[in-house]
């Protein structure tokens, strides 16, 4: 079984800061994918940001970019000139890749983290 | 998302009673799952569904069950609710070949 930990239950920063969520993980699968998804106050789940585990090359979407070290298991999120509809829940999750027969791929589900409440300060 | 619709949004039931909550979807994706969401314990995986009648358990399936009879739905029934059931459930669904998950705006239950 995969767990994921997030160490950090709440970190507030302020506007225009670059702040780090940290996420580990343990799992003996070596294809697999890691996630972060955001949660609002509106309860909607919103995905972040993806990495394959095989790709080597961090993952990046405009202010949100990822280090993976996959020895380390560790897959940290970095949130640059943050901003104060930033304020959220964050959960890292993982996904193990399974192959099923006749469908072409598909997954078991995510394994979340605890998640990290991150709070943006005006 | 528009893809997924989630029913009731809301519900206060009394314990043991039963519960069903519905999860529609209009994307033909293969998989769909249930997670409940507590406080300090992230989303958990209840139940999901990789095809119409097929079904497995998740990390926490006890109390539950679900079926799926058709691709768009898939209904996961709390049997005898009990407080300790209390909590915000989400279905999320999954297809294609990005592996991409797309959740529902979620149910918040309450059992008094």
């Known amino acids: 079984a995969q767990t994921v930990t997030q160490s950090q239950p709440e970190m507030s920063v302020q506007e225009a800061e670059t702040v780090t969520l940290s996420c580990t993980y343990d799992?003996?699968?070596?294809?697999?994918?890691l996630f972060w998804y955001k949660q609002p106050p509106s309860r909607q789940m919103i995905l972040v940001i993806r990495?394959?585990?095989?790709?080597?090359q961090n993952a990046t979407e405009n202010r949100f970019s990822v280090n993976f070290q996959k020895a380390a298991k560790s897959f940290s999120l970095k949130i640059s000139d943050s901003q104060l509809g930033d304020t959220a829940m964050y959960f890292c999750?993982?996904?193990?890749?399974?192959?099923?027969?006749?469908?072409?791929?598909?997954?078991?589900?995510?394994?979340f983290g605890k998640g990290t409440h991150l709070i943006i300060q005006p | 998302d528009a893809g997924i619709t989630q029913s009731p949004r809301h519900k206060v039931t009394e314990t043991g009673t039963p519960v069903t909550l519905r999860c529609h979807q209009t994307?033909?994706?293969?998989?769909m799952y249930w997670y409940r969401q507590d406080p300090g314990h992230g989303l958990r995986l209840i139940h999901y569904?990789?095809?119409?009648?097929?079904?497995d358990k998740g990390e926490v399936s006890d109390g539950y069950s679900v079926s799926r009879s058709k691709t768009e739905d898939f209904l996961l029934t709390l049997e005898s609710a009990t407080s300790s059931q209390t909590s915000v459930y989400f279905c999320?669904?999954?297809?294609?070949?990005?592996?991409?998950?797309?959740f529902g705006s979620g149910t918040r239950l309450t059992v008094v």
């Open positions: 799992t003996s699968e070596n294809n697999y994918y």
């Open positions: 994307e033909n994706h293969r998989y």
């Open positions: 990495q394959e585990a095989y790709k080597q």
């Open positions: 569904s990789y095809g119409v009648k097929d079904t």
């Open positions: 999320a669904i999954s297809g294609g070949t990005d592996y991409g998950y797309t």
């Open positions: 999750a993982f996904m193990k890749h399974v192959k099923r027969e006749g469908s072409g791929g598909g997954a078991d589900g995510l394994t």
